[in-house]
């Protein structure tokens, strides 16, 4: 069996799991040859978790008494994107909020376009942190304004903001990251691009073909999974803010040797929904899902397995 992805370059981008090729209409013409091809790795076994490939991950479980990490944070800005910095240990991080979840001092909601830069904010949430620079931190439950400040008071995040700033404006091709909360855990895990066309610019454009299934159907063990039993709700945070995404899902089914692809059943397209640099979408165990971003630069493909947890 053969697998690939072809991505529409439209505001709201489909993915046809089937076809051979990945190519953005706006990137067609700088591309000599399609990128994505038939999978030629043999993968004979069940992907392996993310700790034994060595992967960035963050895994913790969550005793009642040990919900609710609160810390403080000043607000300034990376680009359009906001950024937290940790008053106590001056770390730097890309918060996700969920809806609801942002509130003035006086209680009332509020959207993340109004933090203001030198705001001080009480963030509630797992205390897990992504393992990248800046770190992200996609279990926050709450965070709530307790001063406004000024800019003048993140003056002396300048060069940090500059900094990163520059980094968002690099030619590297974005990884992401995907969160999602059990009942005994909260999970992170690290998806680097599986596919991409990019084009940055003064260069020439790039391109790695997607080679995710065996001939036979079994996802590839450098992918990671994710272990759960039941729905769960995930979301996906991008290094760069993408202009749209596209998640699709396959069914798997256990074989002798792991987990393959149901062939019986066609590729479906998942409801998602983009904020910024994090994408909002459920997920079911025995699936494969391909996450597709579109950036100004090109579109990226990202991979990952949800089975149940081991026995």
Known sequence: MKYGSRIEDDRRP?????????????MAALMATGILAGCAADASQEAAPAQEQGRAMSQQALPEEEVGDV????????GDQPLFVNTATEAPYYPTIPDGALTDADGN??????LEVGNIVEVTGNGIMLESYPGQYPGITAVRVLEK???????????LVEQLSAQSDSSAVPFASIGYRTDLADTSLLLEPAAYTWQSEGAQAETKELDI?????????????????????????????????AVTRMPLVATSNGHAVDSSVQEEAVQVSLNGPEAHFSMVPDSLYVVTATYDAGQVVYAFVALPPRQ
């Open 14 to 26: 489909r993915v046809r799991v089937r076809a051979l090729w990945l190519a953005a209409a706006a």
């Open 213 to 245: 299934l065996s001939a036979s159907g079994q996802p590839s063990e450098s992918l990671n999974d994710a272990r759960i039993s039941d729905t769960v709700d995930a979301a996906v945070l991008f290094d760069m803010v993408p202009t749209g995404v």
């Open 149 to 159: 400040g000024s800019p003048t008071d993140a003056a002396k995040y300048n060069d």
């Open 71 to 78: 810390s403080q944070a000043m607000v300034v800005m990376a």
């Open 109 to 114: 909601a509020i959207a993340p376009s109004q």
